[in-house]
C-alpha cells in the first residue's frame, strides 16, 4: 500500500503520466490547488488506484472510454499533463526534439498494439478496484 495524501496522489499521477523521475515539489503543490480549485475532489476509484500503486494510464484509457471524459480520474490526469506540459523540464515529453521518418512510422505501427494491451490492462485494473 502507498500513501493516499494529495500530494502522494500527485506524485504518483506524475510519476505515470510524465516521467518517472520525481517531480518538483512546486508542481506537486499546484496539482493539488488546480484540483481543488476546479472543484475535482478525491473519488474512491483513483483513491484505490494510487493507494495500490497501479498503472493510471491504463485505467484512465478504460474509464475515460466507459465513462467520458468528465470522470475524476480523467480530470485529474489533464491537470498533472496540463502542469507538466509548462514546464521546461518536461519539454522533452512532450515535444519531439529530432524528428524521423522510420520512427514516426514504427510509433504508427505500434500504436494500435500498444492500446490493445493498455486497454487490457486498464479494464483488469478497474474491474479489480470497481468492485
Not at 488506484?49 to 467520458?68: H, P, T, Y
Request: proline share 8%; charged share 25%; net charge positive.
Amino acid at each position: 500500500m502507498y500513501d493516499t495524501g494529495p500530494l502522494a496522489e500527485a506524485r504518483h499521477f506524475h510519476r505515470c503520466f510524465v516521467s518517472r523521475a520525481d517531480p518538483p515539489p512546486e508542481l506537486l503543490r499546484n496539482f493539488a490547488g488546480a484540483c481543488e480549485a476546479l472543484g475535482i475532489g478525491p473519488d474512491r476509484l483513483t483513491r484505490e488506484l494510487c493507494s495500490a500503486g497501479a498503472d493510471l494510464v491504463s485505467a484512465e484509457f478504460v474509464n475515460r472510454r466507459r465513462k467520458g471524459p468528465a470522470n475524476p480520474l480523467t480530470q485529474r490526469a489533464l491537470v498533472i499533463l496540463a502542469l507538466a506540459e509548462a514546464r521546461p523540464e518536461s519539454a522533452d515529453r512532450f515535444l519531439l526534439r529530432e524528428p524521423s521518418a522510420p520512427g514516426a512510422w514504427l510509433e504508427l505501427v505500434s500504436a494500435p498494439i500498444r492500446a490493445a494491451a493498455q486497454f487490457v490492462k486498464g479494464a483488469i485494473l478497474l474491474w479489480r478496484h470497481e468492485r
